[in-house]
């Protein structure tokens, strides 16, 4: 795969970060077949807000999500276990995601169990993290060069 480039077009991985992060905001389209793969909650950066994200940046260290257009990489086994790395394809948006290793991966305080008990889901450091029961399914069927793009409000 070529460093950035979407070479797969089949999926379309939507984050909806306006909505908030006790309701499904994750979506994964199968654009061939017209079909919604995963309605799925997603966390958010500790620093982009409590229960809904607010705040966004492309700085390291910020510990906020970042928006925009992502092209997913290859997985790996790190720090929370199966992931996926995303280059971020916005200059000055979100092209330091890679760096930054703004990665999806399994979390355990991304359930509806943890949205119940404080409110909201528990947040990353800035990743889109999903429930650990469907992390691994998740990222094999969207790796290796999907779209990803994540929106939210001002």
Same mark, same amino acid.
């Given at each position: 795969?070529?460093?950035?480039?979407?070479?797969?077009?089949?999926?379309?991985?939507?984050?909806?970060?306006?909505?908030?992060?006790?309701?499904?905001?994750?979506?994964?389209?199968?654009?061939?077949?017209?079909?919604?793969?995963?309605?799925?909650?997603?966390?958010?950066?500790?620093?982009?807000?409590?229960?809904?994200? @607010?705040?966004?940046?492309?700085?390291?260290?910020? +510990?906020?999500?970042?928006?925009?257009?992502?092209?997913?990489? %290859? *997985? #790996? $086994?790190?720090?929370?276990?199966?992931?996926?790395?995303? @280059?971020?394809?916005?200059?000055?948006?979100?092209? +330091?995601?890679?760096?930054?290793?703004?990665?999806?991966?399994? %979390? *355990? #305080? $991304?359930?509806?169990?943890?949205?119940?008990?404080?409110? @909201?889901?528990?947040?990353?450091?800035?990743?889109?993290?999903?429930?650990?029961?469907?992390?691994?399914?998740?990222?094999?069927?969207?790796?290796?060069?999907?779209?990803?793009?994540?929106?939210?409000?001002?």
């Amino acid at each position: 795969m070529q460093r950035g480039a979407i070479t797969r077009q089949d999926l379309l991985t939507i984050i909806d970060y306006t909505k908030p992060s006790v309701e499904p905001r994750l979506w994964v389209l199968d654009l061939e077949a017209g079909a919604v793969l995963y309605r799925e909650l997603v966390a958010h950066g500790r620093e982009s807000g409590a229960n809904l994200a @607010r705040f966004f940046s492309n700085k390291t260290g910020s +510990l906020m999500s970042s928006l925009g257009l992502f092209v997913t990489a %290859a *997985p #790996y $086994v790190g720090q929370n276990g199966y992931s996926l790395r995303l @280059r971020g394809l916005d200059p000055g948006v979100n092209d +330091l995601a890679f760096e930054r290793a703004i990665v999806f991966h399994g %979390a *355990p #305080y $991304v359930s509806q169990a943890v949205a119940a008990r404080l409110g @909201r889901l528990g947040r990353s450091l800035g990743c889109p993290a999903v429930r650990s029961e469907i992390a691994r399914t998740l990222i094999d069927t969207i790796k290796g060069g999907t779209a990803v793009y994540a929106y939210g409000g001002p």
